[in-house]
């Protein structure tokens, strides 16, 4: 969806640097994700924010960090980047149900890591 | 910790036929969605299911949720080449938090 967009789009880098993705959504969501993507292995959760004031870790949170600087932004961090890193990460977004089922997800365009 | 299997992985059909996709869960899930990834995207939503046994269509596609709320079933009838992609199946565990786990996929090649 173009409500949520993630940058940059594609991005090569080397052993140790730091990164950051970026992601922004105008869909007026409290809730926002980080996955990353690995083929056979679907998408696996990073982080999860249910709003500015409240971070959790997910399944793989190690190596990465986030920053939720509003409720519009959510950016993801790797401190010091390894070659097992490279992958597709994706953004999502989500809205609280009236009913406490999970709403769907919304999931931006990602973006291509690749460590050196 | 807590897993949704899906398979199969690959599934290559013939432009025309049937088939279908299965995922299950090691726990109770709360319900369970389902997200179709076309080459090159974005996962995009389909459907949500929320009660034991409950079925649910859209056109040709026909998804289904166990009766133990561990397992679930995407049945595409008639295969088209707009049907190309990767289908992922994604179940919320209250007990884990309210956030969606995701099966591994299974990624579907069409035969014309």
């Known amino acids: 969806d173009a409500d949520v967009t993630q940058t940059p789009r594609n991005r090569i880098t080397k052993t140790g640097k730091r990164i950051m993705l970026e992601c922004s959504q105008t869909k007026g969501h409290d809730r926002m994700y980080w996955y990353r993507q690995d083929p056979g292995l679907g998408l696996r959760l990073i982080y999860y924010?249910?709003?500015?004031?409240?971070?959790n870790k997910g399944e793989i949170s190690d190596g990465y960090s986030v920053s939720r600087q509003a409720q519009a932004k959510f950016s993801l961090s790797l401190e010091s980047a390894i070659p097992n890193q490279t992958a597709l990460y994706f953004c999502?977004?989500?809205?609280?149900?009236?009913?406490?089922?999970?709403?769907?997800?919304?999931f931006g365009p990602g973006t291509r890591l690749t460590v050196l | 910790g807590q897993q949704v299997m899906q398979i199969p992985q690959y599934q290559h059909v013939q432009e025309g036929e049937d088939f279908t996709t299965y995922c299950n869960s090691s726990t109770t899930l709360s319900n369970i969605q389902w997200y179709k990834q076309r080459p090159g995207g974005h996962p995009v939503f389909l459907i949500q299911?929320?009660?034991?046994?409950e079925v649910k269509k859209q056109k040709r596609l026909t998804f289904q949720f166990g009766e133990a709320k561990k397992n679930s079933s995407l049945h595409i009838t008639a295969t088209q080449t707009t049907d190309v992609g990767t289908y992922f199946c994604?179940?919320?565990?209250?007990?884990?938090?309210?956030?969606?786990?995701f099966g591994g996929g299974t990624r579907v090649l069409v035969k014309p």
């Open positions: 924010s249910f709003d500015v004031k409240d971070i």
């Open positions: 994604a179940g919320e565990i209250k007990a884990a938090g309210n956030k969606l786990t």
């Open positions: 999502a977004t989500s809205d609280r149900t009236s009913l406490g089922h999970k709403a769907e997800q919304f």
């Open positions: 299911l929320v009660k034991s046994g």
